[in-house]
């Protein structure tokens, strides 16, 4: 049975009365919600990273019926998340489970090398025998080239461990979904707030991660967003873009190009078509939606 340490400061520390405080409940309720969200964390976050989750993941581990983006950014702000340069993070979480993680590290190894001895008939034949050190605590084993007396391998298939994949190759596929909405919203910050990604919109998500890899480009879309006048509503229909509209890959690509960049986007740069057909080209321009595979 996996356990953490608790200690007795939890329900007393000034980080927990915060985020009893941003999240409007009672002290208990602050301690047993973070307990939910630990205990989880033992089976499907165990280095501590929150990277592959979205804000809906976290709250439902956390027993949360409330707004999760709320939720997020409550831990955030109190100082239980953070935002790491690989995704959010649990923090000091080795500090917690550090123990646990050892254990299973070292069983995994320990299972590894009695597969290992378990399927090279020689060694089992040699312990049988008596020779080693082991061979007190090791069970006699018959002689392995007589005929009709093959030790099946029980070990792989009944009792070892699968091995977790590498940071690197878990960090290549995941997106970080609540990673890049709450970068949005605090960058974005003349735009209407998102509070959940999902569905469609999840998925030009993940499509556009799948296509950038990188939360700095992210970070440089959101930004240019945010300083064109263009995008903001400074246009000839007084339109406005959105985060679904910045998602769209032809739209993603043309912000991060420059062709919204300057006082006044697209609708101030001199190559642009003069006339009604040139007014009619950047309003299907702006009006370009999520054609998401």
Known sequence: MAWIESHQEAGRHPKTKKLARLLGVS??????????LWWWALDFAPTGSL??????????????DGDPMQ????????GYVDDAE??????????YAGKLLERRAK???RKRTTSETAGN??????KGTGEGKESAKTPSVPNLTVPNLTVHNQTVHDRTEPTEPSADRSAAKACPIVEIMLLYNKTCESYPRIRCIAGTREKAVRARWRQYGDIETFRELFQKAESSDFLKGQNERNWSATFDWLMNANNMAKVLEGNYDGSHGAGARPQAAAGTFGIL?????????????
């Open 281 to 293: 080209r950047r309003m299907h321009e702006a009006e370009e939606g999520g054609d998401e595979e």
């Open 27 to 36: 002290l208990p309720a602050a301690v047993g919600h973070l307990h939910y």
């Open 107 to 109: 069983d995994r190894a």
């Open 86 to 95: 690989d995704g959010l993070a649990l923090h000091d979480w080795s500090e």
């Open 71 to 78: 939720l997020v950014e409550a831990l955030l702000a109190a």
């Open 51 to 64: 990277g592959k989750f979205d804000a809906e993941d976290i709250a439902d581990a956390m027993q949360w």
């Open 121 to 126: 008939p020689q060694e089992l034949q040699r």
